[in-house]
């Protein structure tokens, strides 16, 4: 059973370049979330989705968009990237109330 | 002011000693509280999870919550080298979507 899976694990970009972050869950589960995570700043939301073509905005939202087409997949995409958006980046998703499941991160560098 | 607050250390132990990680929290609709483990360039591990108030513990591991005072505690016994990694408190009203991190604290358990 894999879990939650994320392409690519390491990326560098340059500013103003865009990219995709993949996510994949083979659990079935209704909710997935995207979040990054900074130097002293713990884990932060950035989208999620309830289901199926839902998403709503996190903490984070600004410079990133996403889709959720298929239940199993979420995306999270830089149309422009900058340097602040250098980050690790994690996919998770949850069922019922607590039983979040997290992807093993992407590390992006913006140049 | 982050909803969720962590000293993020870093922590350092000897082998065998108690491991006291502390957070408090703000946001009094919180009910759900989880502890993370994180090992390097791991992503997130739910190791314990409380609803409301009370203890909870887990072989060496014990969780608190005291919504009194609005703190959470993750007391580690008998410490082993294998429990060096960082540590994420989490939070979440009930019926919501979102999890709220801490900052993380990074122990690290001396041979």
């Known amino acids: 059973n894999a879990g939650v899976t994320q392409t690519p694990k390491f990326r560098v970009l340059k500013t103003g370049q865009s990219m995709t972050l993949l996510c994949a869950q083979d659990?079935?589960?209704?909710?997935m979330y995207w979040y990054r995570q900074d130097p002293g700043m713990g884990l932060r939301l950035i989208h999620y989705?309830?289901?199926?073509?839902?998403?709503a905005k996190g903490e984070v939202p600004d410079g990133y968009n996403v889709s959720r087409l298929k239940k199993q997949n979420f995306l999270l995409g830089l149309e422009s990237a900058a340097p602040s958006q250098t980050s690790v980046y994690f996919c998770?998703?949850?069922?019922?109330?607590?039983?979040?499941?997290f992807g093993s991160g992407t590390r992006l560098t913006v140049v | 002011q982050k909803e969720v607050e962590q000293d993020p250390g870093p922590l350092s132990v000897p082998e065998g000693a108690i491991v006291s990680l502390n957070c408090t929290y703000s946001?009094?609709?919180?009910?759900?509280f989880m502890w993370y483990r994180q090992y390097s360039r791991k992503g997130p591990e739910l190791l314990m999870y409380?609803?409301?108030?009370g203890n909870k513990e887990d072989g060496r591991f014990t969780a608190q919550v005291d919504k009194s005072s609005k703190y959470i505690s993750l007391f580690i016994r008998d410490s082993q080298p294998s429990d060096s990694a960082t540590y994420l408190c989490?939070?979440?009203?009930?019926?919501?979507?979102?999890?709220?991190f801490g900052q993380g604290t990074r122990l690290t358990i001396n041979p």
């Open positions: 998770a998703s949850k069922e019922g109330d607590y039983g979040y499941t």
């Open positions: 659990m079935n589960h209704e909710y």
């Open positions: 989705s309830v289901g199926e073509g839902t998403t």
């Open positions: 946001n009094s609709a919180f009910q759900y």
């Open positions: 409380t609803y409301s108030s």
């Open positions: 989490a939070s979440q009203i009930q019926g919501a979507q979102k999890l709220v």
